[in-house]
């Protein structure tokens, strides 16, 4: 039975340069540990998409500390396990649903395929980059997301997202 280590846990506001910290910190922990480079390469752009998409679409809980942005990253015996949090309109939640089914539905081969059709699509353009963010991770993640919605009250509720690399 393999033991779980845990290489990051934060739980706060999210800026770029908080970002930029826990980027840091989370590099340096790697490097402590006998890690593959292209586990920790894939470790890394999927940190960075997962926390670039939670300070471009979270939900600001001013008065509520206790739904801020959260993510954890540890380690179970050859994988490692993102999981990441943050507070969303309700009214995103089928949208956001959609693409995350989406995204699990399709293979490997599928999801390059779409992925590389939506880089070249002119909608790249706009707020929201449709949904790469969530393919660049589930090129690199191993099997499919996981996710799930707390709701908080009618406004608002706590997503939260796994993934295993």
Same mark, same amino acid.
């Given at each position: 039975?393999?033991?779980?280590?845990?290489?990051?846990?934060?739980?706060?506001?999210?800026?770029?340069?908080?970002?930029?910290?826990?980027?840091?910190?989370?590099?340096?922990?790697?490097?402590?540990?006998?890690?593959?480079?292209?586990?920790?390469?894939?470790?890394?752009?999927?940190?960075?998409?997962?926390?670039?998409?939670?300070? +471009?679409?979270? !939900?600001?809980? &001013?008065?509520?500390? =206790?739904? *801020?942005? $959260?993510?954890?990253?540890?380690?179970? #015996?050859?994988?490692?396990?993102?999981?990441?949090?943050?507070?969303?309109?309700?009214?995103?939640?089928?949208?956001?649903?959609?693409?995350?089914?989406?995204?699990?539905?399709?293979?490997?081969?599928?999801? +390059?395929?779409? !992925?590389?059709? &939506?880089?070249?699509? =002119?909608? *790249?353009? $706009?707020?929201?980059?449709?949904?790469? #963010?969530?393919?660049?991770?589930?090129?690199?993640?191993?099997?499919?997301?996981?996710?799930?919605?707390?709701?908080?009250?009618?406004?608002?509720?706590?997503?939260?997202?796994?993934?295993?690399?």
């Amino acid at each position: 039975m393999f033991k779980k280590i845990e290489l990051l846990k934060y739980k706060g506001a999210l800026d770029f340069e908080q970002i930029g910290i826990i980027l840091d910190n989370v590099q340096v922990k790697l490097d402590s540990y006998s890690t593959d480079t292209l586990v920790k390469k894939r470790i890394y752009s999927i940190l960075v998409e997962a926390l670039e998409n939670i300070y +471009n679409h979270e !939900y600001s809980q &001013k008065e509520n500390d =206790k739904y *801020l942005p $959260e993510a954890t990253l540890s380690q179970l #015996g050859e994988n490692f396990i993102l999981e990441i949090s943050n507070a969303l309109l309700n009214e995103k939640i089928e949208k956001f649903t959609n693409l995350l089914e989406y995204v699990n539905n399709l293979s490997d081969k599928e999801i +390059n395929k779409s !992925y590389y059709g &939506k880089i070249k699509e =002119k909608s *790249l353009l $706009e707020k929201g980059n449709a949904g790469i #963010g969530i393919m660049q991770i589930a090129k690199k993640a191993k099997g499919k997301l996981t996710y799930n919605f707390k709701t908080i009250n009618d406004k608002i509720s706590y997503f939260t997202l796994k993934i295993i690399i």
